[in-house]
């Protein structure tokens, strides 16, 4: 996995030198550099929703109870950047433009992007999830709504600050990705990782079932307004 992770973060790194100096903004580089930062949650999210990594993956260290694996560190640059990054792309360019419908449209693709590395990294054994989810919904799904609406959140930062200057660029994204995937990991998943954490909800259908649901209505309610922003923060930023 580490080999993976590194090539694809080299890639993104080279990608993000080339923006630079195409398009004159190290944006690029400032978003990566924010996914990394997003790491130090990754271990919290390992405790709350019962995450098993695979034993054989090499360690930095350890945080909230959980170890922090190098590779969580590598693929955070990219993880929720990359389809954010692409999209801010598209829109310099003139090939992609922000609504309703197009944020919509533009968070299904980031939930399927998702929805494939969760897929793979489960196949793979990289991890499981140990929690059980009701009526079979499977934690792949579930996890990949969620870091979706990071990355769709992270488009929304992007089209707000993109042309201000360097040290507000930096100072502006280098928290955002970690504060992103607090909010909607710890805030909107509350409801689902508190049943699967206290014993006695975990042990009740009806209380998993309602942490699930509860869950997914939080979700469905930060896509609406996430969607909804991004017009306006492309109009205020025209304007």
Do not use: K
Not at 76 to 85: D, E, F, H, T
Not at 159 to 168: I, K, S, T
């Amino acid at each position: 996995m580490e080999t993976g992770a590194l090539l694809i973060l080299l890639l993104c790194y080279g990608l993000a030198g080339y923006a630079w100096w195409r398009l004159h903004t190290p944006v690029y580089l400032f978003t990566l550099l924010s996914g990394h930062v997003s790491a130090l949650a990754s271990p919290l999210w390992s405790t709350l929703y019962a995450v098993a990594y695979n034993a054989s993956l090499g360690r930095l260290g350890s945080l909230w109870g959980q170890p922090l694996l190098a590779s969580q560190v590598l693929a955070a640059g990219w993880y929720y950047a990359l389809p954010a990054l692409l999209v801010l792309f598209l829109y310099q360019v003139r090939w992609w433009f922000p609504g309703y419908l197009s944020g919509l449209l533009t968070y299904a693709v980031f939930f399927l992007y998702h929805l494939v590395i969760e897929t793979i990294g489960w196949r793979l054994q990289i991890w499981n999830y140990t929690g059980v989810l009701p009526f079979n919904i499977p934690n792949t799904m579930l996890s990949a709504l969620m870091s979706a609406l990071v990355s769709l959140g992270l488009l929304y930062v992007l089209l707000a600050v993109y042309r201000y200057g360097w040290l507000v660029l930096l100072l502006s994204l280098l928290p955002t990705t970690l504060i992103l995937s607090l909010l909607i990991h710890g805030v909107l998943g509350a409801p689902l990782w508190v049943s699967l954490l206290l014993p006695m909800a975990r042990e009740q259908f009806w209380a998993v079932a309602m942490g699930t649901f509860s869950t997914l209505a939080l979700l469905l309610w930060g896509i609406h307004i996430v969607t909804t922003g991004l017009r306006r923060v492309d109009q205020s930023v025209i304007a």
